[in-house]
C-alpha cells in the first residue's frame, strides 16, 4: 500500500473558485483534495490518498467557474512524495 502526498500552490484569473485535484489510475478516480482558489493571492492545497499498487497515474484538477468568476485556472506548483 502506497500513500502519496500531494500540495499544489494554485491561483485564479479572477475573484475566486473551489478546486479539486483528483487522480485517475485504472479507470477509477479519487479525490485527492480540494480548496477555494482566489486570484490575487495563492491558495495552498495539501492532500493525499492510498493507492493500492504502484504505477502511472493521471492528475486533474476540477475547477468549479462561476460567470462572474475566473476565466482560467492562473499557475499551478506541484510538489509530491509517497510514503
Do not use: I
Amino acid at each position: 500500500m502506497y500513500f502519496v502526498f500531494l500540495v499544489a500552490w494554485l491561483q485564479v484569473s479572477k475573484g475566486k473558485a473551489p478546486v479539486k485535484a483528483v487522480f485517475k489510475k485504472n479507470g477509477e478516480y479519487k479525490l485527492a483534495g480540494s480548496v477555494v482558489a482566489e486570484s490575487k493571492c495563492w491558495s495552498m492545497l495539501k492532500g493525499g490518498l492510498t493507492v493500492d499498487e504502484s504505477g502511472p497515474a493521471e492528475l486533474y484538477f476540477e475547477v468549479y467557474f462561476s460567470v462572474n468568476c475566473c476565466q482560467f485556472l492562473r499557475s499551478v506548483n506541484l510538489f509530491f512524495s509517497h510514503a
